[in-house]
């Protein structure tokens, strides 16, 4: 596949409260550190959109949750549903 260029990412979540960020590079790496980070959110909604600078391409696209959103009784939670849009 070639690289791409999106312009935004959503994601869905159960909870409120996730922190996300969107990695792009253009080769698979074994950790997210090999992924830079194009955009982020600490305080995620119940919708979270991620937009990328303009010009941002890459091959392969990372969705990294840094935190997942608390429910009641202090469970931790994050079934997520994904939709990106790209160019």
Not at 50 to 59: M, S, W
Request: hydrophobic share 50%; aromatic share 4%; charged share 20%.
């Amino acid at each position: 596949g070639a690289a791409r260029a999106l312009d935004k990412v959503e994601v869905a979540l159960t909870a409120p409260g996730a922190g996300i960020e969107l990695r792009v590079a253009d080769t698979p790496g074994g950790a997210a550190d090999a992924f830079r980070v194009v955009a982020r959110t600490a305080d995620a909604g119940q919708v979270a959109t991620l937009v990328p600078a303009a010009g941002e391409r890459g091959r392969y696209w990372l969705i990294w949750l840094t935190a997942l959103p608390r429910l009641p009784r202090g469970h931790l939670r994050a079934p997520v549903q994904l939709s990106a849009a790209h160019r």
